[in-house]
């Protein structure tokens, strides 16, 4: 079983839709979790932390569920711009020095 | 600053040749690391260096790579002899314990005939 896995995708939306992604992990010592954006033939980069209490950051949602392993992203009122691969990433550590990323899940938004 | 910055951007290469990829991380990080991506893996991690010493590497495929981290301001990743299997994107990042952000460099592209 992989460390961190996500359902590739792609995951085409119109323009303004909601869309939600999973991510499950299996170590569960696991502290520190993450999302990542990824365009298309670029460098991840960091999208937001994902905090136990659940975190927001403008038109997007981050959620933990420690006992069931698996984090979620929710994109609200989805523009173009949001058209990119999302990775989940996993640190089995309280800080980022073992990064484990999923495969990561490729959002297409169409006008 | 810069940002992390990689060398080559592109490569190709003849299958058996040696490979070295270069990496110079953001001045005052204190991890690197060295990930791998394919299609069919996604995104690997293959090593990491604390403070320039190897900490995990469990991720190298195999004896034909190789990672060296000389100073806090270089380190390479080395192929030899390198396999049309290798073809990939490698992507070098670094961060400075305590931050929750790894910054990535723009990677290099390997295809190996």
């Known amino acids: 079983r992989k460390e961190v896995e996500q359902d590739p995708g792609p995951f085409n939306v119109p323009e303004g839709a909601t869309v939600a992604f999973n991510c499950t992990y299996s170590n569960s010592a696991s502290q520190s979790f993450f999302w990542y954006r990824q365009d298309c033939r670029k460098e991840p980069k960091l999208l937001m932390s994902v905090y136990s209490s659940g975190n927001e950051d403008g038109r997007f949602t981050a959620q933990l569920n420690r006992a069931s392993q698996y984090i979620s992203l929710l994109i609200r009122d989805s523009k173009l711009s949001d058209s990119a691969t999302y990775l989940c990433?996993?640190?089995?550590?309280?800080?980022?020095?073992?990064?484990?990323f999923g495969a990561g899940t490729r959002l297409t938004v169409k006008p | 600053d810069a940002g992390v910055i990689q060398s080559p951007r592109h490569e190709v290469t003849e299958m058996g040749q040696e490979v070295t990829l270069r990496c110079k991380p953001i001045s005052g990080h204190d991890y690197l690391f060295w990930y791998r991506q394919t299609m069919m893996r996604g995104l690997e991690l293959l090593i990491y260096?604390?403070?320039?010493?190897?900490?995990?590497d469990s991720g190298m495929p195999e004896d034909r790579f190789s990672a060296k981290m000389p100073n806090a301001s270089f380190s390479t990743l080395k192929i030899q002899p390198s396999e049309p299997r290798d073809s990939a994107v490698y992507f070098c990042?670094?961060?400075?314990?305590?931050?929750?952000?790894?910054?990535f460099g723009q990677g290099t592209r390997l295809t190996v005939v």
């Open positions: 990433v996993v640190s089995p550590v309280n800080n980022n020095n073992d990064m484990r």
């Open positions: 260096f604390n403070n320039n010493v190897p900490i995990d």
């Open positions: 990042a670094s961060s400075h314990r305590g931050l929750t952000e790894a910054f």
